[in-house]
């Protein structure tokens, strides 16, 4: 009974060393992973500098579109899921109107992003809140690359094969990923103060325009997934 | 002088494309006699079944949006709406339940518990077969006619509903009284008109339909 019981004190102690350990070690890590992600990851790559002016040389078709593109969205945001069309339409240079419908045609919203700013021509009551807006304007500004920015460089990344073109503004970054081999951008991450809060994926190109993007929040419960129907 | 013909011909173009667009619709003078007819929409349809096509008008856009697909309909409150082109969804209302297949996710709700669906589901049944026209507490209704159609236009009261919906319109065809399309045109004039194509009445359906999988 004795030596039952010293066995188990002695699993229990070995338990609470092994798990002061993986504390331990977690923090160190995450110290490192602090220290290593203050820093900016693309410090040693060749880079170029450019003028604002020169963002058209992002190979990212999408903001320059003149059809309208039609995604079909799933948008999950803490326990509601709205399905519906996302229409795209630049209808001047720099003006974009984005509506979401529903399957059977009622509309969500309609925004008009006009150089970065969101205006609403309509949105449902439900949704129609300052800080949903605001971080569809974020959404938005980021997929049709119309933020603000002060500066634009290049990174070359040869071993990831990668062309990182970073727009910077303050302590924001964002952070367009193009795969050297396809000559597309295929990620796009927003960085505040190099914390990673969006990042974007697209996928499948068809053309210039992805047939798949996957849109994640990493700071709230806010994802969203398109998929190209035109 | 030129100036006042040129008015009043203005005017009589402007009316001339007025009455084109509504088909030469009338004002119904008996509607007593009007929604007598009418109620034999509810109490002659059992079933249909139906092709649609959907067409969605976005003031910005100059082409309108399309997509088609079929639909089934079974008294009281089964309901299936099915898309196939350009994009595969199927919401089926079957009493109290709705079930949605997204490409080939399933989700289910009860209406209870979900109020868009619910009201989605009442605007749907209730135009088609006919129980919204009669519902003078939410909306508005005003009767118009021709000689092959009926007009209906119902304008919500409520302010939830009077967000969303400026008025719906319903074209029944006189001659089987069945509706052939219905126009939902929002407050900010874009709207949405669902033409119903094909249509069968009152054959059977097979219950799968009104479930999912």
């Not at chain 1, 945001?77 to 009622?106: C, H």
């Not at chain 2, 008996?30 to 092709?51: C, F, P, R, V």
């Not at chain 2, 129980?131 to 909306?139: A, G, I, M």
Request: a neutral charge; one cysteine or more; proline letters at 2%.
């Amino acid at each position: 009974m004795k030596s039952e019981f010293r066995i188990q004190k002695i699993e229990v102690l070995n338990i609470i060393r092994s798990s002061k350990f993986v504390i331990l070690n977690s923090i160190f890590f995450s110290l490192l992973l602090f220290i290593i992600s203050c820093s900016n990851p693309y410090k040693n790559l060749a880079k170029s500098e450019y003028s604002i002016n020169e963002i058209q040389k992002i190979p990212y078709a999408l903001p320059y579109s003149e059809q309208t593109i039609i995604y079909k969205t799933d948008i999950s945001f803490y326990k509601n899921d709205i399905s519906g069309l996302l229409i795209i339409k630049k209808t001047e240079e720099s003006i974009y109107r984005i509506a979401l419908t529903t399957q059977f045609g009622l509309k969500i919203f309609d925004f008009e992003l006009n150089q970065g700013n969101l205006k609403v021509k309509y949105c449902i009551e439900y949704l129609n809140k300052k800080i949903i807006l605001n971080t569809f304007e974020t959404d938005f500004n980021l997929l049709l690359m119309q933020m603000n920015f002060e500066s634009l460089t290049s990174y070359n990344n040869q071993l990831e094969n990668q062309k990182v073109w970073q727009l910077k503004s303050g302590k924001l970054n964002y952070n367009y990923i193009q795969n050297i081999n396809s000559d597309k951008i295929e990620n796009i991450r927003f960085m505040k103060r190099n914390s990673e809060k969006i990042s974007v994926g697209l996928h499948n190109y068809k053309g210039d325009i992805p047939e798949n993007i996957s849109l994640q929040h990493h700071n709230i419960k806010l994802k969203m997934n398109l998929k190209l129907i035109q | 002088m030129t100036k006042i013909l040129s008015t009043v011909l203005s005017l009589l173009i402007f009316s001339c494309i007025i009455y084109a667009q509504d088909n030469n619709f009338k004002e119904v003078k008996d509607i007593e006699n009007a929604q007598l007819d009418l109620a034999k929409l509810s109490e002659n349809t059992n079933s249909i079944q139906s092709t649609f096509i959907q067409e969605k008008h976005l003031s910005f856009l100059t082409e309108n949006i399309i997509s088609k697909g079929e639909f089934y309909f079974q008294s009281p409150n089964k309901l299936r709406w099915e898309y196939s082109d350009p994009f595969k969804y199927i919401i089926v209302f079957n009493d109290k339940n709705i079930l949605i297949k997204d490409e080939n996710k399933l989700s289910t709700f009860d209406t209870e518990s979900n109020k868009m669906f619910s009201e989605i589901n009442n605007m749907m049944i209730g135009s088609i077969q006919g129980s919204l026209f009669t519902d003078s507490e939410r909306f508005n209704v005003k009767y118009f006619e021709n000689t092959t159609q009926y007009l209906l236009e119902l304008d919500p009261k409520l302010p939830e509903m009077k967000s969303m919906i400026k008025t719906i319109k319903i074209y029944i065809d006189k001659s089987d009284i069945s509706v052939s399309s219905i126009k939902m045109i929002e407050s900010s004039d874009d709207y949405t008109s669902i033409n119903f194509t094909n249509r069968k009445m009152n054959q059977p359906i097979d219950n799968n339909k009104f479930e999912l999988k």
